[in-house]
């Protein structure tokens, strides 16, 4: 990193996607400073970083913004390119990454957020994602093969949502799927990961206050 680049991340502490992008800085060995959003009243800086979608993580690098989780996540990997790569060199194996990271940006939030909102069928479709999900993972160690990668990255940044999804869908995503189950605490483990990630229990409080409080 060049001496005088400065990265900042537009961020909230429960955020899957500003995760992502504090994952893969610390994968990578970058010093960043996040600086904590509010969701309802935007700040200014927000408002002139991300005009388009007025949303958070943007990730801000010598005051020029980066924009939406999966495309920031690989902005770093294509400009930090000594160390940890998060994409294969190979093309097609590129594009498979890509596949999948865009699959569970697609799938599983929006199933996630039928759950929440008590839709019929829901969970039943969650429960399918995970398992689409386990299948391509079969015995690899990550979805991208031997090492840690861009979808890993996407998967995991939702887990500490997964304990309120079970508790939502009644369901136990160890029972479900036992190798995605041993995934998620294999990509726990890093460094990068552990120190990125809330505590699942302080976002089921979270997520049921905000839920309480919606339907009062
Ligand atoms: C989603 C970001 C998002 O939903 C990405 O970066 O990958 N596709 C985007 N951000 C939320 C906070 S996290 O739940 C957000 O900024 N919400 C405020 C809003 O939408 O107004």
């Known amino acids: 990193m060049a001496e005088?680049?400065?990265?900042?991340?537009?961020?909230?502490?429960?955020s899957p996607f500003g995760a992502r992008v504090r994952i893969a800085l610390r994968e990578k060995g970058l010093e960043f400073e996040s600086i904590e959003q509010d969701l309802v009243n935007k700040s200014s800086l927000?408002?002139?970083?991300?005009p388009?979608?007025?949303?958070?993580?943007?990730?801000?690098?010598?005051?020029?913004?980066?924009?939406?989780?999966?495309i920031i996540v690989q902005y770093v990997d294509e400009t930090w390119t000594t160390s940890t790569p998060l994409l294969p060199d190979d093309p097609?194996?590129?594009?498979?990454?890509?596949?999948?990271?865009?699959?569970i940006d697609k799938?599983?939030?929006?199933?996630?957020?039928?759950?929440?909102?008590?839709?019929?069928?829901?969970?039943?479709?969650?429960?399918?994602?995970?398992?689409?999900?386990?299948?391509?993972?079969?015995?690899?160690?990550?979805?991208?093969?031997d090492t840690f990668g861009l979808a890993d990255i996407n998967l995991v940044s939702f887990s500490s949502m997964f304990y309120t999804w079970e508790k939502c869908g009644n369901f136990s995503l160890s029972v479900e799927c036992p190798k995605l189950a041993t995934w998620i605490t294999r990509c726990r483990e890093r460094d990068s990961?552990?120190?990125?990630?809330?505590?699942?229990?302080?976002?089921?409080?979270?997520?049921?206050?905000?839920?309480?409080?919606?339907?009062?």
Request: proline share 5%.
């Open 4 to 14: 005088d680049d400065e990265l900042i991340v537009l961020d909230f502490w429960s």
């Open 46 to 50: 927000l408002l002139e970083m991300n």
């Open 52 to 70: 388009v979608n007025k949303q958070l993580p943007v990730l801000i690098r010598n005051g020029k913004p980066i924009c939406e989780s999966t």
């Open 92 to 103: 097609y194996q590129r594009s498979r990454a890509r596949f999948w990271a865009d699959y």
């Open 107 to 145: 799938k599983i939030y929006n199933v996630a957020k039928a759950l929440w909102v008590d839709q019929e069928g829901a969970t039943e479709q969650l429960i399918e994602c995970f398992k689409t999900i386990e299948l391509e993972l079969g015995e690899k160690p990550y979805l991208g093969g």
């Open 193 to 216: 990961v552990a120190k990125s990630l809330p505590d699942p229990h302080k976002i089921y409080e979270f997520f049921m206050n905000f839920k309480n409080n919606a339907s009062n």
